[in-house]
């Protein structure tokens, strides 16, 4: 289980150390592990950080790589809070990787009026988990926090 929070880490956490996606490697995520791994489980974190690498590639744009960081802090957040399964998330890894799907597209200043500079999509689940911890049976914040985990690959129908 270290070994699997280690590697997720490096996933949630190497792209940071870029401003775009052109250069990250696979080898800067292995290079970041704190652990030394098993045959078997270096193989599986590399094809893991493969797909990471292919990502940062699609999203090499700054600002599209800045949402694709906030995006996959987020998601490695949901899989230590149990909301995102490891299984799920690596087919959207995967899937992004290879354009099968796109990153979660929101117009939060339409959503919620004047919002401060850099508003993100972690900020915008932050908002609706308060909004939820106010009032569990708010339609509208309970509406889009299982559009905002379906795009992000949390299967809701579990």
Known sequence: MR?????????AHAPLLYDDGQHIQ??????????EL??????AAIELYEWGVKA?????????YEQLQDVLGLQAELWQ????????????LRQIS?????????????ILGELPEGYMIHDFHDELQYRLQRDA?????????????TSLGVNINV
Request: proline share 3%; with cysteine.
């Open 38 to 43: 098993t045959k078997d489980n270096r193989r």
């Open 56 to 64: 940062c590639r699609r999203f090499a744009d700054p600002l599209a």
């Open 3 to 11: 070994d699997l929070e280690d590697i997720i880490r490096m996933l």
């Open 26 to 35: 696979v080898q800067d995520y292995l290079e970041g592990l704190e652990v």
């Open 137 to 149: 049976g708010d339609v509208w914040a309970n509406q889009e926090r299982d559009r905002l985990y």
């Open 81 to 92: 809070q149990g909301v995102l399964k490891l299984h799920d998330w690596m087919s959207w």
């Open 98 to 110: 290879e354009s099968q799907r796109a990153l979660p597209v929101y117009d939060f200043a339409a």
